[in-house]
């Protein structure tokens, strides 16, 4: 009778470690159908680039600044 339990738990761990690993391959497979997804998705956006935002951010500073002086020699200029 012992050899038949310990039989019985045997095949029981052996059919929760077959699950477990089968759960882990579909855990994998989602992961991967989800991040081709998420791929696809952002691809089709029309984002920028982290590089091409601080170029522009860094324009734009610039722009703001020179419009600052000018705006600065045109008081001086109507004050005078």
Do not use: H, P, W, Y
Request: hydrophobic letters at 45%; glycine letters at 2%.
């Amino acid at each position: 009778m012992m050899q038949t339990q310990n039989a019985l738990f045997d095949e029981i761990a052996k059919m929760m470690t077959e699950a477990a690993g089968a759960a882990d391959g579909v855990r994998r497979e989602a992961e991967t159908v989800f991040r081709s997804r998420l791929q696809n998705l952002l691809a089709d956006m029309d984002l920028v680039t982290r590089e091409e935002f601080e170029a522009v951010r860094d324009m734009a500073r610039i722009a703001r600044d020179e419009n600052e002086q000018l705006k600065a020699r045109l008081d001086a200029l109507e004050n005078s």
